[in-house]
Structure formats: C-alpha cells, structure tokens
C-alpha cells in the first residue's frame, strides 16, 4: 500500500480510560515514527522504530505511553491511563533509507475527556 | 527550547502574489532543511529541501533560501495560488545525520491563506 494507515481517525474518551492508536506503515518501509502535534509544542516525535525495533524512545512523555511495533506492516501507541493533556492530533510516518523525505498518515484526533 | 523556529503563526496574501514563510534555527550546525505542507485532517506532505551547501534550492513555483550566517531560511511561494493555503513547517535532522531525516525538529508552522 502506497499510503500509511492511521486509525480510528477520531477518538474521544474519558480521563483513565486506555487508549490506542493504530498504524500501519507504507509497505517496504523500515522506519517508523510517531509524532505529536498540540498547539503549544507544535510537532514532536514521542518514538522511532527501525526494523521494528525501538531506537529512539526519548521523546515519550512518561510512562503512561509505550508503543509496540510486533511486525514490520503494523504499530500501535498505547496511553494508559490517558488524561486531558494527552488530547493532540498523533501523527504515523514511515520511510526507508533510500528517501530524504517521511510519509505521514492523516493522523488521530484524541480528545480526553 | 525551540531549535527552529517559525515566529509567524499566520500569513494572508492575495492570488497572484509571493508569499514569503520564513523559520530560524539556534543551531548552527544544522546541514540540511526540509519543509513540509500540511493541508487540514491531513498529515504533513515533504514539499522541498535544501543542503547547507547551497543558498537556494527551487521547484517550481517554491523556492528555498538559506541564509547561514543570519541562520535564516525562507520558502517562497510565487505566484501564490489557493491551493496553497496549509500550514508550512521547516524542519532540520540531528547533526551530522549525513542528510538523514530521522528525528526530525519541526517548527510550529506557519499558517498560509492565499486570497482569490
């Protein structure tokens, strides 16, 4: 597939509940990125995997976030328990080594209540 | 601490004319420049690049400029169509990355109407 796969598109939940955000990269592609974009912070990348393996975790909040990455066609970024500050548009991107550019997905709206 | 910086959250211009979308960087080791459009209820979409090396790099309607001394560059739409109302982000890769665009710093954006 040509495009990266973001789902749901919107999400609104409640304070406590878990939440988890779903991707599925451009097929051949090796590396993948989350990034999140609120107001104040603008575009900030929370994690990157290459070969589905973690290599940079340092943008993640806190401990309430962790993403898992169990194949190369297929991501997830869990938020548990969430809260009203986690309320941002999250972003999924993927490349290979060959590009000098990332694909992004349309993004997931979460909005916590 | 922003290490590129859009300090314009809004520019308005009409059809037909430039638009000029400008971002800092703090770092002066920063090799490569990238921008991206974003349209709303979309994801990001890499529009052009520049190296360190050149001071301008053009495609079209958009060109980019980079001024390192002032640690300045510029992206400039001419003519400006309503197409191109989105909000442009500059982004830089860590040093040293070899042009590399993982972990890229975004700025906030800048966002552009373009008027009929």
């Known amino acids: 597939d040509a495009r990266v796969t973001q789902t749901p598109r919107h999400k609104v939940t409640e304070m406590g509940q878990e939440v988890t955000l779903r991707c599925k990269p451009i097929?051949?592609?090796?590396?993948l990125f989350w990034y999140r974009q609120t107001m104040m912070r603008g575009l900030e990348l929370l994690i990157y995997f290459n070969n589905n393996v973690p290599i940079d975790d340092s943008g993640m909040p806190e401990d309430r976030f962790s993403a898992k990455m169990p194949n190369a066609s297929f991501s997830t970024l869990k938020i548990q328990p969430s809260e009203p500050r986690d309320s941002a548009v999250y972003f999924c991107?993927?490349?290979?080594?060959?590009?000098?550019?990332?694909?992004f997905g349309s993004g997931t709206q979460l909005s916590v209540l | 601490d922003q290490q590129v910086k859009q300090n314009s959250p809004s520019l308005s211009v009409q059809e037909g004319r430039i638009s000029i979308l400008n971002c800092d960087y703090t770092?002066?080791?920063?090799?490569?420049f990238l921008w991206y459009k974003k349209y709303p209820a979309e994801g990001p979409t890499f529009l052009i690049s520049?190296?360190?090396?050149?001071d301008k790099n053009e495609d079209g309607r958009f060109t980019v400029f980079l001024n390192k001394s002032a640690k300045h560059l510029s992206l400039h739409i001419v003519p400006s169509q309503p197409g191109d109302s989105a909000v442009y982000f500059c982004?830089?890769?860590?040093?040293?990355?070899?042009?590399?665009?993982?972990?890229?710093?975004f700025g906030k954006g800048t966002l552009l109407t373009v008027n009929p």
């Open positions: 991107a993927s490349t290979d080594r060959t590009n000098e550019k990332l694909f």
């Open positions: 770092n002066s080791m920063f090799d490569y």
């Open positions: 982004a830089a890769p860590p040093i040293n990355s070899g042009g590399s665009n993982y972990k890229l710093t």
């Open positions: 520049i190296s360190s090396i050149k």
């Open positions: 097929s051949g592609h090796d590396y």
